[in-house]
């Protein structure tokens, strides 16, 4: 019984996916942006910086969002800012899944790269 209710689970997944995928243009298949200001304003990093330790450093404890518009900025295209966000991501240990990190670097392109994606 347990398996057939999976499988009537899995088929009505697999229409939803298919109908999306259908009707959703392109950019709205792109990171999901609310998704991507929620997680980046909650994260919370364990890490020394600047020989201080903290158990809930954010994505703004070592670079405020100015930085994000100055003209020193590194990245210059969405694929940029998606890597870079993934640096992050890896070199500080938060754990995001790559749809996390598209869902920051859409957050972040919405509200201050404004890049096309
Ligand atoms: C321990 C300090 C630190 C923390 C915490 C940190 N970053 Fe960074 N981040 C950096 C440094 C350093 C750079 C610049 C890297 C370089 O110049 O190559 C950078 C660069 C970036 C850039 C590119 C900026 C630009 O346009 O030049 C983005 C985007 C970014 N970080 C996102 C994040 C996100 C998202 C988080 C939270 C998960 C985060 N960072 C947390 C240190 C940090």
């Known amino acids: 019984m347990s398996n057939d209710v999976k499988g009537i689970c899995r088929h009505t997944l ?5 109908a999306a ?5 392109p950019s709205l ?8 200001e929620a997680l980046y304003h909650e994260v919370e990093i364990e890490r020394t910086i600047r020989g201080e330790a ?8 070592c670079h405020d969002p100015s930085l994000y518009m100055s003209e020193q900025r590194k990245v210059t295209t969405f694929a940029k800012l998606e890597a870079f966000v993934e640096g992050c991501n890896t070199n500080l240990d938060v754990g995001w899944f790559p749809e996390d990190v598209a869902d920051v670097a ?10 096309e994606e």
Not at 21 to 25: D, Y
Not at 106 to 115: I, R, T
């Open 29 to 36: 298949l792109a990171g999901d942006a609310a998704n991507g």
């Open 14 to 18: 697999v229409t939803l996916a298919g």
């Open 106 to 115: 859409s957050y972040l392109n919405k509200e201050y790269y404004k890049f």
């Open 54 to 61: 903290y158990s809930d450093a954010n994505c703004e404890t």
């Open 21 to 25: 995928c259908l009707t959703l243009s």
